[in-house]
T-cell receptor, first 115, second 116 residues
Framework: KAGVTQTPRYLIKTRGQQVTLSCSPI?????VSWYQQTPGQGLQFLFE???????NKGNFPGRFSGRQFSNSRSEMNVSTLELGDSALYLC??????????????FGEGSWLTVV | AQSVTQLDSHVSVSEGTPVLLRCNYS??????LFWYVQHPNKGLQLLLK??????LVKGINGFEAEFKKSETSFHLTKPSAHMSDAAEYFC??????????????FGTGTQLKVEL
């Protein structure tokens, strides 16, 4: 069974640009969540999607957005990039916890560097 | 509200000696607790999880953790460290969000160094 797949793995962007990251969850998983990891702030929750709907959102500015498609694949977008957005962005998938699926599996991450 | 405190930011052990990574948690309900490991330039790999069954949880690569409600602890142990265990370890508590879905609250991580 394939794991969580994230693309691209590495990318470099310039301040002010926007970026889109993609995530394919484990087959059968309908919950996809995104986390940002930085040396200063550690791992922080961005948002979570289920059945194409954003169910929960962390404390990030509106420049961070996402969506989920009918096949459960998800994308996140960061607009007007700032230097502080440089981070490892991790996607995670799980079954719906309301039906007992509370184990979250992570992808390898997308390393974003903003210059 | 839930929170996790990893008591050591760095732990150094010799190969073949025991490993102890300490974690205390705070949760207003019966928590689900996890340990994840992150090797350099990699994502997070699940080591083990506690979900209110047995209090002693066995994970991959010889790791185990014991849930102690009275001490609100979930320490990670391994009898004999291997060089390949050198990585960062995260203690995590999981909660179900108001709108459904899981939210993980991470500890700040413990960097494990294994020396020859």
């Amino acid at each position: 069974k394939a794991g969580v797949t994230q693309t691209p793995r590495y990318l470099i962007k310039t301040r002010g640009q926007q970026v889109t990251l993609s995530c394919s969850p484990i087959s059968g998983h309908r919950s996809v969540s995104w986390y940002q990891q930085t040396p200063g702030q550690g791992l922080q929750f961005l948002f979570e999607y289920f059945s194409e709907t954003q169910r929960n959102k962390g404390n990030f500015p509106g420049r961070f957005s996402g969506r989920q498609f009918s096949n459960s694949r998800s994308e996140m977008n960061v607009s007007t990039l700032e230097l502080g957005d440089s981070a490892l962005y991790l996607c995670a998938s799980s079954l719906d916890p309301l039906t007992g699926g509370n184990t979250i599996y992570f992808g390898e991450g997308s390393w974003l560097t903003v210059v | 509200a839930q929170s996790v405190t990893q008591l050591d930011s760095h732990v150094s052990v010799s190969e073949g000696t025991p490993v102890l990574l300490r974690c205390n948690y705070s949760s207003s309900y019966s928590p689900s607790l996890f340990w994840y490991v992150q090797h350099p330039n990699k994502g997070l790999q699940l080591l083990l999880k506690y979900t209110s069954a047995a209090t002693l949880v066995k994970g991959i690569n010889g790791f185990e953790a014991e849930f102690k409600k009275s001490e609100t602890s979930f320490h990670l142990t391994k009898p004999s460290a291997h060089m390949s265990d050198a990585a960062e370890y995260f203690c995590v508590v999981s909660g179900v969000l108001t709108g459904g879905g899981n939210k993980l609250t991470f500890g700040t991580g413990t960097q494990l160094k294994v020396e020859l």
